[in-house]
């Protein structure tokens, strides 16, 4: 038991050593610099020797990747090349947002897709199964953001009932608001899984009845 968990172990240090690796690989192989990004129309051969020193982009690419793993280690993920703030702080602050549209994205293929699912593996070529059968056919062949460009002309342009965009406000702050603006964003992640949730679900529960 414990050769296994020893070669497992090592199996992972060595998967994470060659992910972090082609990752630094690819960036460094990206045409864009950085540097040129960062400054913008400020850019000065002064300026860019500096951010250069400063960031550790003059010193060899080996030194460089144990320098960002070494950092990595200790939770620093460097600052952002829009803004100039920690990477820590702008993903603590979409942290809440990503995990209640995550949630609420779920809930919704869940509650969809599983269900439908059962009933029309249940009622087997009935009108609901080809009906239901047809629907999810559909969904999985939209794209997101196709789905996401329609919800926004029918529910925030034509009915209005829906604001198309804006700042995300905290269900704790206003529940009817938070809703009204991640909704949208939900049932454009969500319908698409549900789909999938409902093909899976019915030939799953075919095959058992079978």
């Not at 925030?156 to 804006?166: A, D, H, R």
Request: charged share 15%; hydrophobic share 55%.
């Amino acid at each position: 038991m414990q050769r296994y968990l020893a070669e497992r172990l090592l199996v992972s240090l060595v998967t994470i050593f060659g992910v972090t690796l082609v990752a630094f690989l690819a960036i460094q192989f990206i045409p864009a610099d950085a540097v040129d990004i960062m400054l913008g129309i400020r850019k000065t051969p002064e300026t860019a020797a500096a951010l250069r020193a400063e960031l550790g982009l003059d010193k060899p690419p080996l030194e460089q990747y144990f320098n960002w793993m070494g950092k990595l280690l200790q939770g620093d993920l460097g600052k952002s090349i829009r803004s100039g703030e920690p990477i820590v702080d702008v993903m603590r602050q979409r942290l809440p947002v990503t995990i209640e549209l995550a949630f609420l994205a779920s809930f919704i293929a869940i509650v969809v897709g599983i269900p439908g699912g059962i009933i029309a593996a249940i009622r087997q070529y009935s009108r609901v199964d080809q009906i239901s059968t047809v629907i999810s056919m559909i969904g999985l062949s939209l794209p997101d953001f196709w789905l996401a460009t329609m919800l926004i002309l029918v529910f925030s342009v034509t009915w209005k009932l829906m604001p198309p965009g804006g700042l995300w406000v905290g269900p704790m702050e206003n529940l009817g608001q938070n809703l009204k603006r991640i909704l949208m964003p939900a049932l454009s992640l969500g319908l698409p899984a549900a789909a999938v949730y409902f093909r899976i679900t019915r030939s799953s529960m075919l095959e058992v009845i079978n």
